[in-house]
């Protein structure tokens, strides 16, 4: 009897704590959608960070980035970091325009010392619709957001 009892209590516990785990992880996950992304300090620097590309600034970019993404871009051969600064420059759009689409499209999920922003935007022409999505995590430390991998 005395063994059933205690094996009752032990499973208790350990579904309570399961429970509790996933509650405290669900609580822990914030999303933040559209115009207020651009008041978080990751929302800050994806703006920055694109416009710093469009610009053709990469020394600058590449400084918003974890010391981790700063030492890959460092250790790249020259030509490889001309290419593909070109590829991204090509592809990148002005502060403005990246802050409409934000406001527009934008999804920052927020976990911990992590976050990921989605960019999701709708195309439509005489051949019917498209949806672009750009994706970028960063690395929360303290009130500093960094992009990482």
Same mark, same amino acid.
């Not at 992304?37 to 978080?40: A, R, T, V």
């Given at each position: 009897m005395r063994v059933r009892r205690i094996s009752v $209590? *032990? *499973?208790s516990l350990v579904l309570s #704590?399961?429970?509790a785990g996933r509650a405290h992880a669900a609580a822990s996950k914030v999303e933040i959608k559209g115009a207020a992304? #651009?008041? @978080?300090a990751c929302g800050k620097v994806a703006v920055k960070h694109m416009? #710093? $590309? @469009?610009a053709?600034?990469?020394d600058e970019a590449t400084k918003l980035g974890?010391?981790?993404m700063q030492e890959q871009w460092k250790a790249l051969p020259a030509a490889d970091r001309t290419m593909m600064s070109g590829m991204m420059k090509e592809t990148s759009k002005t502060e403005a325009q990246f802050s409409a689409e934000i406001k527009s499209g934008g *999804?920052?999920?927020v976990e911990g010392n992590k976050a990921t922003l989605t960019v999701k935007q709708e195309h439509k022409d005489a051949n019917g619709t498209s949806t672009d999505t750009m994706?970028?995590?960063?690395v929360i430390d303290g009130a500093n957001c960094w992009i990482t991998r």
């Open positions: $209590v *032990l *499973l #704590l399961t429970l992304i #651009l008041d @978080h416009g #710093l $590309v @469009h053709g600034k990469m974890s010391k981790e *999804l920052l999920v994706t970028q995590n960063y």
